[in-house]
């Protein structure tokens, strides 16, 4: 039996993703899907990080597992860096000692926003925050001990099976009749069910290097929080836009952090579907159990 082991299995993209593989890598076809989080495995720590993936002999290893609170990471840079850059390296020395591709999530926040167009793979990042930095050091750590590894970033994500911005705002627009959306920070919000089934669609096609994966199509949280608002037929519900000073978050974000997907489209001829596309598949899926 072959093995892919998925850390972090159990946050938003983890469940997600899981569920993916666990058609596209069918046990028939030899494959088990091994399915840790923080219950099973600590990655801050190394002895245990690097004997467990090595006594489970996986084929591939997926690594979603991270500190992802932008402001958290902020106020604790020491956990920041613990979890998601030497938590990479244990799993990746992990992955060494069985000859295991690793594949690592990453983040457009590894850019500053200065460039104005689309963020392509070759260009030099340069983060503003904790966070930022911390997943940055993790992409390093992979290029640097793993030669078979997939770096693939993407952003603004949200899914069924955790805290985010959707199902923010859906929850202040029963509890309030004016919702404050931030106007100056431009992105591409991503579905995790398209992240994972592009995921398992790179991993199938053997790909390398760092890859830019996100819907296609680019807003700012204040039109996505709109849109959000219009497909859940919440009209009367005033949404004004602020900047992101007058938010005051402890972490500087980049204002502009599209990720450029032509690699993806030339290399393994993909193309994700707008965000309002998938955005509107998501919304109706909520309403679908509510
Ligand atoms: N969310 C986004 O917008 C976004 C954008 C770009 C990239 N990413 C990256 O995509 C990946 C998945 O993101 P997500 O939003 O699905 O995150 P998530 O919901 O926070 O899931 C991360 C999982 O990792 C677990 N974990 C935390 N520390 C751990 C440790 N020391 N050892 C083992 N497991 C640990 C978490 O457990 P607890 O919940 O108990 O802490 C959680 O189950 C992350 O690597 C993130 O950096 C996310």
Same mark, same amino acid.
């Given at each position: 039996m072959r093995r892919l082991l998925v850390i972090g299995a159990k946050g938003m993209l983890g469940r997600d993703l899981v569920d993916t593989l666990r058609f596209s890598f069918r046990p028939n076809q030899d494959w088990e899907i091994l399915e840790w989080d923080i219950d099973e495995?600590?990655?801050?720590e190394e002895n245990i990080t690097v004997t467990k993936i090595e006594n489970m002999k996986p084929q591939i290893v997926i690594n979603l597992a991270a500190y992802t609170d932008v402001d958290g990471c902020e106020l604790n840079e020491e956990k920041a860096f613990a979890v998601n850059a030497e938590g990479m390296r244990h799993v990746a020395l992990g992955a060494l000692k069985c000859n295991a591709k690793v594949v690592y999530i990453s983040t457009d926040?590894?850019?500053?926003?200065? =460039? =104005?167009e689309p963020y392509k793979e070759e260009d030099s990042p340069h983060p503003l925050s904790v966070y930022g930095r911390s997943k940055l050091r993790g992409e390093q750590y992979v290029q640097e001990l793993v030669e078979d590894s997939l770096i693939i970033r993407s952003q603004w994500l949200y899914g069924r099976h955790g805290k985010n911005f959707v199902n923010t705002i859906l929850r202040e627009a029963r509890e309030k009749k004016v919702v404050s959306i931030v106007d100056d920070q431009t992105g591409s919000p991503t579905y995790t069910v398209d992240l994972a089934t592009a995921i398992a669609d790179l991993i199938h096609r053997r790909a390398r290097g760092i890859f830019h994966v996100a819907n296609s199509d680019s807003c700012t949280w204040f039109a996505f929080g709109q849109t959000i608002l219009k497909l859940s037929g919440l009209l009367e519900v005033r949404v004004l836009p602020i900047s992101t000073k007058e938010l005051g978050r402890p972490a500087a974000r980049p204002l502009y952090s599209v990720l450029s997907t032509q690699k993806l489209r030339r290399e393994i001829n993909m193309t994700l579907r707008p965000w309002s596309q998938a955005l509107r598949e998501y919304i109706k899926s909520l309403f679908s159990v509510y």
């Amino acid at each position: 039996m072959r093995r892919l082991l998925v850390i972090g299995a159990k946050g938003m993209l983890g469940r997600d993703l899981v569920d993916t593989l666990r058609f596209s890598f069918r046990p028939n076809q030899d494959w088990e899907i091994l399915e840790w989080d923080i219950d099973e495995i600590d990655i801050q720590e190394e002895n245990i990080t690097v004997t467990k993936i090595e006594n489970m002999k996986p084929q591939i290893v997926i690594n979603l597992a991270a500190y992802t609170d932008v402001d958290g990471c902020e106020l604790n840079e020491e956990k920041a860096f613990a979890v998601n850059a030497e938590g990479m390296r244990h799993v990746a020395l992990g992955a060494l000692k069985c000859n295991a591709k690793v594949v690592y999530i990453s983040t457009d926040y590894v850019f500053d926003g200065e =460039k =104005k167009e689309p963020y392509k793979e070759e260009d030099s990042p340069h983060p503003l925050s904790v966070y930022g930095r911390s997943k940055l050091r993790g992409e390093q750590y992979v290029q640097e001990l793993v030669e078979d590894s997939l770096i693939i970033r993407s952003q603004w994500l949200y899914g069924r099976h955790g805290k985010n911005f959707v199902n923010t705002i859906l929850r202040e627009a029963r509890e309030k009749k004016v919702v404050s959306i931030v106007d100056d920070q431009t992105g591409s919000p991503t579905y995790t069910v398209d992240l994972a089934t592009a995921i398992a669609d790179l991993i199938h096609r053997r790909a390398r290097g760092i890859f830019h994966v996100a819907n296609s199509d680019s807003c700012t949280w204040f039109a996505f929080g709109q849109t959000i608002l219009k497909l859940s037929g919440l009209l009367e519900v005033r949404v004004l836009p602020i900047s992101t000073k007058e938010l005051g978050r402890p972490a500087a974000r980049p204002l502009y952090s599209v990720l450029s997907t032509q690699k993806l489209r030339r290399e393994i001829n993909m193309t994700l579907r707008p965000w309002s596309q998938a955005l509107r598949e998501y919304i109706k899926s909520l309403f679908s159990v509510y």
